[in-house]
């Protein structure tokens, strides 16, 4: 059963802490990536990362950062730089003519 | 900077009625793409229009592309309640990532 998968569904943290989020995907995509969502918004690149050991910033990537080590695998840590990271966050993985998403994380931090 | 831009941002429309949602994008682009989002669910690919011209259906759905427009349309033809949802375009350029940037969502709700 290929896609992506997200964990977990629904995130709480403490002001302060350092949280991951998990990400991987069967679909053997190069590419990888990392949307915020903010309620009623639309999607905002983070991070993404087209082939191992490799990862360039996108437009918000502040407060956040992400690895590489496997292609199956883009966990992010969210740090407590972040200064809002209460969020929904969408995990994507594309070939050359789609991206796909998997189930999102919701985040939130008090 | 690539700005992509819907409308509108919210549509009320009666079951059975047609509408058209709009999705301009300020530079030029390799492909553009339209996707459904349910309440606290992620994106559900609807389609990928890829060159200019293009048209794609899917039930009461069809979306185009004007590359020299930089314009996107999508039209809903005798809307029923399920085709409620937000309905987000996004425009990927290849020179960058292959990176999505999206419009702000269309949010639709068709009334019974």
């Known amino acids: 059963d290929g896609g992506i998968t997200q964990s977990p569904k629904y995130l709480f943290r403490k002001e302060g802490q350092n949280v991951t989020l998990s990400c991987e995907q069967n679909?053997?995509?190069?590419?990888m990536y990392w949307y915020r969502q903010d309620p009623g918004q639309g999607l905002r690149l983070i991070y993404y990362s087209q082939i191992v050991n490799d990862f360039q910033k996108g437009d918000i990537a502040e407060g956040y950062s992400v690895s590489r080590e496997k292609k199956e695998s883009f966990p992010l840590t969210v740090t407590s730089a972040q200064k809002n990271p209460t969020a929904f966050y969408l995990c994507a993985s594309g070939s050359w003519y789609e991206q796909y998403f998997g189930p999102g994380t919701r985040l939130t931090v008090t | 900077e690539l700005k992509v831009e819907q409308n509108p941002l919210f549509l009320s429309m009666q079951e059975g009625k047609n509408y058209t949602i709009y999705c301009n994008y300020s530079t030029t682009s390799d492909r553009l793409y339209w996707y459904r989002q349910d309440p606290g669910k992620s994106l559900e690919s609807l389609f990928v229009l890829l060159s200019n011209g293009a048209v794609k259906q899917e039930g009461r759905l069809m979306a185009s592309l004007d590359t020299k427009a930089r314009l996107s349309t999508l039209h809903i033809t005798a809307a029923v309640h399920d085709l409620s949802a937000t309905y987000f375009c996004?425009?990927?350029?290849?020179?960058?990532?292959?990176?999505?940037?999206f419009g702000g969502g269309t949010r639709l709700m068709v009334k019974p």
């Open positions: 996004a425009v990927e350029m290849s020179n960058a990532g292959n990176m999505l940037t």
């Open positions: 679909l053997n995509h190069d590419a």
